[in-house]
Nanobody, 116 residues
């Protein structure tokens, strides 16, 4: 069992930056995949980025080159650095922890709003 708490969301202008953080209630050393998803109003939840236990990263095409995911296993956190933000990035961002079919946990989400 793990609880995930996101923080760092807020309002930002086009081209600005935000850094989202996800704090886990226990060690994430054994969690195979940590990631971020987002859900815009009226749209389906979509993958933003993931990072595996070995450090392999994956990004949605829409955020490649602008977002960077990282995990700090010692601090039980995963972050998402978001640069060059666009209005299309406006969404609720959710932290995710997954070990194949063993378990999957979600945070409550943090709102990101990019104004033009």
């Amino acid at each position: 069992q793990v609880q995930l708490v996101e923080s760092g969301g807020g309002l930002v202008q086009v081209g600005g930056s935000l850094r989202l953080s996800c704090a886990a209630s226990r060690s994430i050393f054994s969690i195979y995949t940590m990631g971020w998803y987002r859900q815009a109003s009226g749209k389906q939840r979509e993958l933003v980025s993931t990072i595996t236990i070995g450090g392999t990263t994956n990004y949605a095409d829409s955020v490649k080159g602008r977002f960077t995911i990282a995990r700090d296993n010692a601090k039980n956190t995963v972050t998402l650095q978001m640069n060059s933000l666009k209005p299309e990035d406006t969404a609720v961002y959710y932290c995710n922890a997954k070990n194949g079919f063993a378990y999957e946990f979600w945070g409550q989400g943090t709102q990101v709003a990019v104004s033009s």
